[in-house]
């Protein structure tokens, strides 16, 4: 298998943010939460983003392999074993530890870990048993 590293995946990552920024935008038009620089959501309208954004994640990989930013450029993901789709479960565990994956900021130690890992794996990978492959 062909494992990717941390450029494809922050390149994926960028075109995964301006899709999920534009669902925000839409949201926060509906919920009233625009501003004149964009949008500023609080409250419930934030935490629907905030589902939104993990349903987006979680949803994609589970049923597609990859989200449209990993799509867009030839990625999948699969189960350590090569075999997928990874599933609901998977998908949810490697999708969670996301947010300590991009801790402190930037995901730097989603970076150290896969620059220090054989199989190119963040913290989510390694718990959920995925790895991230070129098509």
């Known amino acids: 298998m062909n494992y990717v590293g ?9 075109i995964d943010m301006v899709v999920l920024m534009a669902l925000g935008y839409v949201l926060a038009m509906f919920t009233g939460d625009t501003t004149a620089s964009g949008f500023s959501m609080q409250g419930a309208s934030a935490f629907l983003w905030f589902a939104i954004c993990l349903g987006y994640f979680v949803v994609m990989e589970a049923q597609l392999g990859g989200t449209v930013g990993k799509m867009a ?17 998977p998908s949810l565990v490697r999708n969670l530890l996301r ?13 150290i870990l896969i620059w220090n890992s054989d199989k190119r794996q963040r913290l989510g990978d390694r718990v959920a048993e995925t790895v991230v492959i070129k098509k």
Do not use: E, H, N, T
């Not at 030839?74 to 990874?86: A, R």
């Not at 947010?99 to 970076?111: K, N, Q």
């Open 73 to 89: 450029l030839g990625l999948k993901v699969v189960k350590v074993d090569g075999s997928g789709p990874i599933g609901w479960v």
């Open 99 to 111: 947010i300590v994956d991009s801790l402190p900021f930037l995901y730097i130690i989603g970076m």
């Open 6 to 14: 941390v450029g494809l995946r922050f390149v994926a990552q960028i």
